[in-house]
């Protein structure tokens, strides 16, 4: 079989970029993925953090923990994170925050840090039940109520997931269709 766009199956029917994929050519099909232009910060060392990070990489985002507890930072650090001080590093309009845990102190300050930085993609975990806690503590800190709008909650896809790993894939599933113009769910 041919690693091209337009190769043969055996029985003689092209195979589109999809298949090619499918089939373990991905670099034939898509290229590699620009890391540069495909960042996610994931803000607090959670479990679900650490399987974000982890999936992110693997679908080929440059993954990072911002942690503003040095003894958590270190924790993270510990199981292989790649830690950021801010997003500072980071292009306007590059990176998705994944702010995952709402009952943090730090909670409002790295919102408001995420707005402030025009980051891509800004949501926080959370039960869409309550009142996010997001709302008062941006409101606290005087971010206008259009800014504070911005701040996606609930994220990711609506998949029923409950343990860290299914909602980090949840919510990492989420991103890419919101990356690539897709609605979610099974409409193709």
């Known amino acids: 079989m041919a690693s091209s766009h337009n190769h043969e199956h055996d029985d003689g029917q092209l195979a589109d970029p999809s298949c090619d994929v499918a089939h373990g050519h991905e670099a034939a099909a898509t290229g590699p993925a620009p890391v540069q232009d495909k960042v996610l910060v994931a803000v607090f060392a959670t479990h679900v953090a650490r399987y974000l990070l982890q999936y992110a990489a693997d679908a080929g985002y440059h993954a990072v923990l911002i942690e503003p507890d040095p003894a958590r930072a270190e924790a993270a650090r510990a199981f292989g994170a790649e830690l950021a001080d801010s997003l500072d590093a980071f292009a306007p309009g590059v990176a998705d925050v994944v ?12 919102l408001r840090d995420a707005l402030n930085a025009k980051a891509r993609w800004v949501g926080i975990m959370g039960n869409p039940r309550h ?10 800190l005087g971010v206008p109520a259009a800014e504070i709008s911005q701040v996606h909650r609930p994220i990711g896809l609506n998949i029923g997931s409950r343990r860290p790993a299914e909602i980090a894939v949840a919510t990492l599933a989420g991103l890419i269709a919101d990356r690539n113009g897709k609605p979610g769910g099974f409409a193709f």
């Open 99 to 110: 702010v995952t845990d709402h009952h943090r102190d730090e909670l409002g300050v790295q």
């Open 131 to 140: 009142e996010g806690p997001h709302l008062k503590a941006l409101a606290d």
